[in-house]
Nanobody, 114 residues
Framework: QVQLVESGGGLVQPGGSLRLSCAAT????????MAWYRQAPGKQRELVAS???????NYVDSVKGRFTISRNRAKNTVDLQMNSLNAEDTAVYYC????????WGQGTQVNVSS
């Protein structure tokens, strides 16, 4: 049974930073891909950043240069470092993993507001 648990969300001022972590019950390197999605109220869920099993990384244009996705082997987490946050980054952020079928975390709220 695969379980993904996000942490690190919260309230941050514009221009600030947050680091989200996704802990998995199984080896994160066993997944074909892992990713962070986000969903703002009334909007579709959006792929923010992904990392394939082999290490290939992709970002949505709006976060390029600001967000960094990485895998931490020691902690068995996939992390999303978010810098230079703005109000448009406000959303529930979801961890995603795929190994034949998709798995989703429960989400963690990120609010960027002054």
């Amino acid at each position: 049974q695969v379980q993904l648990v996000e942490s690190g969300g919260g309230l941050v001022q514009p221009g600030g930073s947050l680091r989200l972590s996704c802990a998995a019950t199984e080896n994160i390197f066993s997944f074909t891909a892992m990713a962070w999605y986000r969903q703002a109220p009334g909007k579709q869920r959006e792929l923010v950043a992904s990392i394939a099993g082999g290490g290939t990384i992709n970002y949505v244009d709006s976060v390029k240069g600001r967000f960094t996705i990485s895998r931490n082997r020691a902690k068995n987490t996939v992390d999303l470092q978010m810098n230079s946050l703005n109000a448009e980054d406000t959303a529930v952020y979801y961890c995603y993993a795929r190994r034949g079928v998709p798995y989703w975390g429960q989400g963690t709220q990120v609010n960027v507001s002054s």
